[in-house]
């Protein structure tokens, strides 16, 4: 610890027990302490500063501008506004991670609408909103667009239950607009009237996101908001753009750092394929690639000029062959991120290997989710054949449908600074192809050798040996992600009791029960949340759980048709609001 | 595909019970009754998403939410799937053409429009065919293409938009221009 922070807190106790107040004043002004402390961003260290002692304590809430809320039933909109009276910057997450996979049902909750109604009232100055997995209606984005005049940014990941006519609200009102980033959420698109909302005094715009969204935008409103928007970097169109759209688009913006392209197939004449080409060149700083949907190795080459300076190159819309990718990342020695299909296969993955050396994170999605069939898709060997040419990745995603030990064994060699590691092999409770046995010696080569992970999905046929492992190894771990795996209550318990850093535990058809759960029961305040669903858990240890741990709210939802004693779906968290006072009725508070 | 549709009416505590004993085994992974429940439901998210695109046919999705692929994601492909598929079977129609000894074929599905079809169409059979114009067909050329339609009738090719071209042509002729000059004139 800095030696001068620790001073301070000693002279600041010393005052606190004197009568004479103005001793920690003397050594250290408030004026001077939140001048210091309005230089601190990382809302963990914020949360450490705040635990200093009471002076620290209030100089940090009044010097706080950005609000980082994890868990949107942590904490109530009536505390968080008494505690900090100056928040300029909201992020707020809302449902369990799982929701995303359909696995929570709808009106849930997490519904937006009360924040927004404290913070019109406390922050009506609020200028930024970043959403994800939260609920809000076109209600509260009306609500929002005209009740803060300075309104900048708006962010809306995995959201749902808006339509584009909220979106409408937002372009009309929001005159001082420089963000709008709207990504996978399950909006109702009603059409693309609302781009046209903007006014046309607006240039503010830095930031457009709508790949998202399906209906056809006025190409006009759009090319002239473009041009307006002399700061834009980040432009993400959706589908209905086509390609000579998009070069008349770049033409008015050659200064994009991130670019999301419409539709790449078109049928082009020689001249417009040519006009494409140079407006690629001639985007200098682009940084981020993505859309490409429908691409082929027909119009892919336009591309090439501007593949140099690529950092982030997502593919993940665009289902490439193997050759297809080989010739793009060809060009683009300077990748640190790439996300595919896994219809490039292990070739494509090989030539990643051997153009990508500065890679840092590989994400490879199953173009066809629910294909049982064998001969699609990625194997072990593109995995090892990445790990091999790119020594610095640290973030992999990767959906496979065969896997084996002694290849994760080696990739974790070759790569041992993995931070990320998310490994799904498709077919639930699949063992190693070559050897049939469990991956346990997999995970557990992970986590032996990557003594810096954060995050870890598991999958495969896994016993309570992987579990014993990440409990014994996985020393940073922070999240994990559990699916058809353990045997017994052990595993869940070896985690619990081994992993000093997990925040968030989402577990799903597995068979942990009563005992695991309520091992748990000193850690569960430490951490963010817990998941289970499919599991052993009954309604009995649930509500034991709750009685002895005040401060955590321990939800269940049950299934149709399911036993009075079980738990089916069961979500702890710690909160210091209390119980939920909007649960639907199907979500049972212990 | 059968490992996933398990129907064992057993619930989890099985699961619990040291049963699942030796790891590796066949036996281990069929009696995993954790897939059990989920089978219940699948059904049940099946046909709620099933609304617009035609799903694919019922087994495909074994367990609800898994693989945890993001519905977003899962659409944008299913749509792209579908897209691919009917390209990958492709619409071949048999080309004669008048004074050639054999018929040919094309999938006019490769095309794009009406010129690209033409110049392949010329380039296939060394003739001329001219520039289309609704008043006057393919007037003055030494060939003109028509096409036989799903009702059974002779005609000439460009005067309907061209996705309802391909949607209804079943075979194409290409015709000497002198006796092409009836159908130009209707």
């Known amino acids: 610890m800095d030696p001068k922070l620790k001073k301070t807190k000693d002279s600041s106790s010393n005052s606190a027990n004197s009568p004479d107040s103005t001793h920690s004043s003397f050594l250290f002004p408030d004026e001077v302490l939140e001048r210091v402390l309005s230089l601190l961003h990382s809302h963990k260290d914020r949360s450490s500063v705040s635990l200093v002692c009471k002076d620290w304590y209030n100089a940090e809430r009044w010097t706080r501008t950005k609000l980082f809320i994890g868990n949107c039933y942590s904490v109530s909109p009536e505390i968080v506004a008494r505690r900090f009276p100056r928040i300029k910057s909201v992020t707020l997450k809302g449902k369990p991670r799982f929701s995303d996979f359909n696995l929570v049902p709808q009106y849930w909750g997490a519904d937006v609408h009360s924040w927004l109604v404290m913070f019109a009232k406390v922050y009506p100055f609020l200028e930024e909103l970043r959403l994800k997995r939260m609920t809000l209606s076109d209600e509260s984005l009306k609500f929002l667009a005209t009740s803060f005049p300075g309104f900048k940014a708006l962010s809306l990941l995995s959201c749902d239950g808006f339509s584009t006519d909220g979106l409408k609200a937002i372009a009309t009102h929001c005159k001082n607009l420089t963000e709008l980033d709207i990504q996978e959420n399950g909006i109702d698109d009603f059409g693309g009237g609302w781009l046209s909302c903007f006014s046309e005094n607006c240039s503010s715009l830095e930031v457009l996101n709508f790949a998202s969204l399906s209906s056809d935008v006025s190409f006009d409103a759009l090319e002239k908001l473009v041009r307006r928007c002399k700061s834009l970097r980040i432009l993400k169109v959706n589908k209905s753009i086509s390609l000579d759209q998009l070069q008349q688009l770049l033409v008015q913006a050659p200064q994009l750092i991130e670019l999301g392209t419409g539709s790449f197939q078109q049928e082009l004449t020689p001249r417009q394929y040519e006009d494409l080409e140079t407006a690629f060149s001639n985007c200098k700083n682009l940084q981020t690639l993505s859309g490409l949907w429908e691409a082929t190795s027909l119009h892919l080459p336009v591309l090439y000029a501007a593949c140099a300076s690529l950092t982030f190159l997502n593919l993940s819309y665009a289902t490439l062959r193997s050759d297809e990718l080989a010739k793009l990342v060809a060009h683009s020695p300077n990748l640190r991120r790439l996300w595919v299909l896994d219809t490039v296969e292990d070739k494509g993955l090989e030539t990643v290997g051997s153009s990508c050396p500065l890679l840092e994170e590989l994400r490879v999605y199953p173009a066809d989710p629910f294909e049982l069939d064998l001969h699609h898709g990625v194997t072990e060997a593109g995995f090892l054949a990445v790990s091999h040419g790119c020594r610095k990745l640290h973030y992999v995603l990767y959906f496979c449908r065969q896997m084996t030990n002694a290849a994760v064994a080696t990739i974790v060699q070759n790569c041992p600074d993995f931070t990320h590691f998310r490994l799904c092999i498709m077919n639930p409770g699949e063992p190693d192809y070559l050897t049939n046995e469990p991956m346990d010696e997999a995970f557990g080569a992970v986590v032996k050798t990557c003594t810096n992970l954060q995050r870890l999905a598991v999958s495969g046929l896994l016993t309570d040996l992987t579990f014993e492992y990440i409990g014994r190894y996985a020393k940073n771990l922070e999240t994990l992600s559990v699916a058809f795996a353990g045997s017994s209550d052990r595993g869940m318990q070896c985690v619990l009791q081994g992993c000093p850093k997990l925040r968030k535990l989402e577990i799903r058809d597995s068979p942990f029960g009563n005992a695991a759960l309520l091992s748990g029961v000193e850690k569960y305040e430490t951490m963010r949340s817990l998941w289970m669903s499919a599991c052993n858990v009954t309604m009995s240890a649930c509500r034991l759980l709750a009685k002895d741990m005040p401060r955590l709210n321990v939800e269940v939802m049950r299934d149709e048709g399911s036993d009075d004693r079980q738990a089916d779906k069961v979500y702890v968290y710690r909160s210091v609001a209390g119980p939920r006072r909007d649960a639907p009725p199907f979500v049972l508070t212990l | ?186």
Do not use: H
């Not at chain 2, 074994?62 to 945890?68: A, E, S, T």
């Open chain 2, 1 to 186: 595909m059968e490992k996933g549709v398990a129907y064992d009416n057993d619930m989890n505590l099985k699961a619990t019970e040291l049963r699942l004993g030796l790891p590796g085994t066949d036996e281990s992974q069929k009696e995993c009754s954790s897939f059990v429940k989920s089978n219940k439901r699948s059904s049940e998210e099946m046909d709620s998403s099933c609304n617009e695109e035609e799903c694919a046919p019922a087994p495909k999705a074994l367990v609800v939410g898994w693989p945890p692929v993001r519905s977003y994601r899962k659409n944008v492909l299913q749509q792209q799937q579908k897209k691919s598929d009917s390209d990958v079977s492709g619409m071949y129609v048999k080309v004669s053409m008048d004074g050639a000894p054999y018929l040919r074929k094309i999938d006019i599905k490769v095309y794009k429009n009406y010129p690209d079809l033409l110049i392949a169409l010329e380039n296939m059979f060394k003739c001329s065919m001219g520039v289309y114009s609704e008043r006057e067909g393919y007037n003055g050329s030494e060939y003109a293409p028509t096409y036989e339609d799903k009702d059974g009738d002779w005609m000439l090719v460009g005067d309907v938009p061209w996705d309802m071209f391909v949607t209804s042509c079943k075979r194409l002729r290409i015709m000497k221009g002198s006796e092409a000059k009836g159908l130009g004139c209707q």
